[in-house]
Nanobody
C-alpha cells in the first residue's frame, strides 16, 4: 500500500501561481510513476501531468503544457505540481496518484493509489 496526501490548494486570482504537494508513505519503493489529475463536480477525472520515477520523463495535458510543472523531492518522498498563469478553468480538486505498473499513462485506471485531493479555485 502507498498512502498519498495532497496539500497546498487554495483560492487565487487568475494569473497567479500556486504549488501543490503530494507526500507519499508506505511501499513507495514499488512506485514507477506519479501523476496529477483534477476533477470538477459532475465531470470525469482529467489527466494533468505525470512523471516516470524510472526515467524522469514527464507528460502534460495540452491544457496545462508550458504553465504547469511536475517535480519531486526523493528525500522527502514528495511530488509537486507548480502551477503558473492560472486560469479560472483550472479550478478543480487536484489529486495525486501513483502507479506500480505503468509509466507515461494519462488514464486514471492505470494508477493504483490516490490521495483525497486538494481544492484549487481560480477567480477572474
Amino acid at each position: 500500500q502507498v498512502q498519498l496526501a495532497e496539500s497546498g490548494g487554495g483560492s487565487v486570482q487568475a494569473g497567479s501561481s500556486l504549488r501543490i504537494s503530494c507526500a507519499a508513505s508506505g511501499r513507495t519503493w514499488s512506485t514507477s510513476a506519479v501523476g496529477w489529475f483534477r476533477q470538477v463536480v459532475g465531470k470525469e477525472r482529467e489527466f494533468v501531468a505525470t512523471e516516470s520515477l524510472l526515467t524522469g520523463d514527464t507528460l502534460y495535458a495540452d491544457s496545462v503544457e508550458g504553465r504547469f510543472t511536475i517535480s519531486r523531492d526523493n528525500a522527502k518522498n514528495t511530488v509537486y505540481l507548480q502551477m503558473n498563469s492560472l486560469k479560472p478553468e483550472d479550478t478543480a480538486v487536484y489529486y495525486c496518484a501513483s502507479s506500480s505498473t505503468t509509466i507515461g499513462s494519462m488514464r486514471p485506471t492505470n494508477y493504483d493509489f490516490w490521495g483525497r485531493g486538494t481544492p484549487v479555485t481560480v477567480s477572474s
